[in-house]
């Protein structure tokens, strides 16, 4: 995407994704700096591995290693909350601007539209975002905010939620 702002991690040989030990699900790639970033607590003498993020809901598991001898990061291992594996408000999104997705709805429901991908495409292009270090994911919100807006819509029009 060509508006996505996050950094290449350095990928080496690693997989390009991985199957989350704890249940199974395909996790891709994160960079090391995402994981020390978020981490309350960083282990002594962690190796040079590569780091996979697990996206999944039901899932308390968030960063696991290709080294399986490499510390795992759990959800109460790291200084935020995982948007992805939040069902409860305030489910962040962007993490660079908090934006949450009950901003998102809340503008959808006060105007009828979101202006929120906009508003952070902008950021993004004045290089003022830090997906790399404060986004769980290590990757550019956008994509999540776009998905966060389609269901707001359903909301908004009073189907389902
Ligand atoms: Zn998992």
Known sequence: MSDCCSVNANS?????????????????????LTVKSLARKLPLGMPNTQYYFCDASDCELVYFALDTEAPRFRREDLFVRVGAKETADPIPICYCFGFTRQDIWDEMRSTGKSTVAERIKIEVEAGHCACEVKNPSGKCCLGDIRRAAKDGLRVVQGNGF
């Open 12 to 32: 080496g040989s690693a997989p390009a994704a991985m199957a989350c030990p704890a249940n199974g699900t395909r996790s891709k790639r994160v960079d090391t």
